[in-house]
Nanobody, 125 residues
Framework: QVQPVESGGGLVQAGGSLRLSCAAS????????MGWFRQAPGKEREFVAG???????DYTDSVKGRFTISRDKAENTVYLQMNSLKPEDTAVYYC???????????????????WGQGTQVTVSS
């Protein structure tokens, strides 16, 4: 019933910034966690950041201090502000929704039932 749709990816030089957005189309429940994952070629999809309904957040260590996740509940939209980008941030970024765990952010892919199509982020040196 819910389809996340990402946007905002692109090509940026190292040190630059991008702002990703993810809008959940269709009917949504009020209480859910939204997260961002990324996948580089040849690697598994990894957790980047997440935010709960109560606005608790979690970030993987490699992006702490550089990325900020936020959400607009009224518009069912989550954002990922990415600053000080590094070449190793290059990946396809996916938005995902976890309806089962609204109070705490999970870093496990298995806890997220709905996934977007992904948006490419490329950081050049």
């Amino acid at each position: 019933q819910v389809q996340p749709v990402e946007s905002g990816g692109g090509l940026v030089q190292a040190g630059g910034s991008l702002r990703l957005s993810c809008a959940a189309s269709g009917r949504t429940f009020n209480s859910y966690t939204m997260g961002w994952f990324r996948q580089a070629p040849g690697k598994e999809r990894e957790f980047v950041a997440g935010i709960t309904w109560s606005l608790n957040t979690d970030y993987t260590d490699s992006v702490k201090g550089r990325f900020t996740i936020s959400r607009d509940k009224a518009e069912n939209t989550v954002y990922l502000q990415m600053n000080s980008l590094k070449p190793e941030d290059t990946a396809v970024y996916y938005c995902a929704i976890d309806f089962t765990r609204p109070l705490r952010v999970s870093r496990s892919r298995n806890d997220y039932g709905y996934w977007g199509q992904g948006t490419q982020v490329t950081v050049s040196s």
